[in-house]
């Protein structure tokens, strides 16, 4: 598979370029969607987990639980009819601004014109005056600050977006000055005060109410929270999450979203699972010309933190069009090569006219991306990184790519019971999938049995290269040569059947065989 693979600094025959991008596996990025009036039916949703969606994405900031439980029934229902295997993220509302439109009217505000935001939800939204969820604002903001509001997420669109400047402060009012004309369309609108400290909790007691309930029936494997700002953030989300049951192992999943966050960056990357680069608020409080330094900057973070890294906001325009702009494409290609774990739709796929194409669109231009990332330079700056001397698992993990890549191999195999070996070789970025078999082992509360590996599985859907197969609990993952031997041949027969493995290819195999861990290579026959 790796065959096909130039670096960039290779000359790429222009001829090349015209000639159709062949089938494989899938990309090895993930793509996460997100779930909503235009993707929500059972026949949507498995046409997204055909063309490549491996993380279903549901956003509390608007519709209520019965509403977003529909929805994960049809999913449900897609995983078991497609056989694909998808998680579930629930994203927090947090500290997010909203302006609240109950009429649900469309409301055209024309530049050099004044609009008052007001915490008086009980007024109408007009032209004139916009209802917020939100008392402190005044006391926030000042004369000059810049405000801006759009549906859903901003899309950069003048004509769905407005650029507000704070002209005074009335009371608990904020009179403002419009600086573009706009129609804002829908029940909710975004508000979003740049660079300005709100004070509002990072989980609120909504938030906390929907995970209880919500969450835990479902057993959401991610939690996407909103608006991180510090560590401390990220802690008490954990420790409220460890008092729910089987949410203990759910990946909390820090969403960057303004420079206060950004600030932070270093401290809450320690805490959490993995970090979402929110680039359309951050991308609003940042000058144009920092946002691609940041994301550089942050991609590399969690690269060698060996943490997925999540970009958003790549393919607005298909939200409307059922092809992303030039700037569009390079966007996904470069967040690949950036060296980003996951791709994740919101507006194109929550309310877009074409989510299915999007997710296609969006997949083949990560694979084309990946044909051209420099793995050599990647791994060398990786053990580079990671020093010496290193940890057994580190070690391991390094041996495996590297091997691998010397042989050739068209895939790793992995098997692991938490999952952390398979994330390990994953962070080294092989040019070949990695294909995670996490044996499931059997643990007690006290009160009943059950086995872990189902959590472990699906959380690998959102690490770059990772691909997890649900193994057997009666082959254990420290076991016999027989067993072990049983394990793989089910794993080989699963990338046979998926196109991965053929005759005659190499294939490394990473296992624990008592309580030593080998790295080996086999060629498959006939």
């Not at 991008?21 to 997100?34: D, L, P, R």
């Not at 999007?358 to 580079?384: M, P």
């Not at 692991?416 to 294909?435: E, F, N, Q, W």
């Amino acid at each position: 598979m790796h065959s096909n693979h130039l670096l960039l600094e290779e000359p790429i025959r222009m001829a090349s370029i015209l000639e159709p991008s062949k089938a494989s596996f899938s990309a090895m990025t993930k793509i996460v969607g997100t779930l909503g009036p235009r993707s929500r039916s059972v026949e949507v949703i498995s046409s997204c987990l055909k063309t490549g969606m491996t993380v279903a994405r549901f956003d509390f900031s608007w519709g209520d639980a019965e509403y977003h439980q529909q929805t994960l029934e049809n999913l449900k229902s897609a995983i078991k009819g497609t056989k694909k295997l998808c998680a579930v993220m629930l994203d927090t509302v947090g500290a997010e601004l909203q302006v609240v439109n109950k009429t649900e009217k469309a409301i055209t505000l024309k530049e050099d014109e004044k609009v008052v935001l007001t915490p008086d939800q009980g007024q109408e939204a007009t032209d004139a005056i916009l209802p917020i969820n939100f008392a402190g604002l005044a006391k926030a903001v000042k004369k000059g600050d810049t405000i801006f509001i759009g549906q859903y997420l901003f899309t950069g669109s003048e004509t769905t977006s407005v650029w507000l400047e704070v002209d005074e402060v009335k009371g608990d009012d904020v009179v403002c000055l419009s600086k573009n004309s706009a129609t804002l369309a829908g029940s909710l609108f975004t508000l979003h005060a740049s660079q300005i400290r709100i004070e509002l909790p990072t989980l609120s007691a909504a938030d906390k109410q929907v995970i209880s309930s919500w969450g835990v029936k479902n057993k959401i494997d991610f939690l996407s929270l909103s608006y991180t700002r510090h560590a401390e953030d990220v802690r008490e989300a954990r420790d409220f999450l460890s008092k729910l049951g089987d949410l203990s192992q759910t990946q909390i999943f820090a969403k960057i979203e303004n420079v206060e966050g950004l600030t932070h960056f270093d401290e809450i990357l320690k805490e959490a699972d993995g970090i979402i680069l929110s680039r359309g608020n951050l991308g609003i409080d940042l000058p144009p010309e920092k946002v691609f330094l940041y994301q550089k900057s942050a991609v590399y973070k969690c690269n060698m933190a060996g943490k997925p890294a999540v970009v958003t906001r790549v393919v607005d325009s298909m939200t409307d069009n059922l092809r992303p702009t030039r700037a569009e494409a390079t966007d996904v290609a470069n967040a690949v090569l950036d060296g980003c774990d996951a791709i994740l739709l919101g507006a194109e796929t929550l309310r877009g006219l074409y989510p299915v194409e999007t997710i296609s669109t969006v997949g083949k231009i990560c694979a084309e991306a990946e044909k051209v990332f420099n793995q050599d330079q990647y791994f060398k700056r990786t053990v580079k990184f990671v020093g010496e001397p290193m940890t057994h698992l580190e070690s391991i993990a390094s041996s495996a790519v590297r091997a691998a890549l010397k042989v050739k191999a068209s895939v790793i195999i992995c098997f692991t019971s938490s999952g952390r070996a398979a994330r390990l070789i994953a962070k080294y970025r092989p040019t070949m999938p990695v294909l995670s078999v996490v044996i499931p082992r059997l643990k007690t509360n006290q009160l009943k049995w059950s086995f872990s590996g189902a959590f472990e599985a699906r959380q690998s859907l959102i690490v770059r290269g990772l691909f997890p197969l649900l193994a057997d609990p009666r082959h254990p993952a420290e076991s016999t040569n027989a067993t072990n031997e049983s394990v793989l041949k089910v794993a080989l027969d699963h990338g046979k059947a998926s196109g991965l493995i053929k005759s005659h290819d190499r294939v490394v195999v990473c296992q624990k065989v008592g309580d030593a861990s080998v790295v080996k290579i086999i060629e498959l026959e006939d």
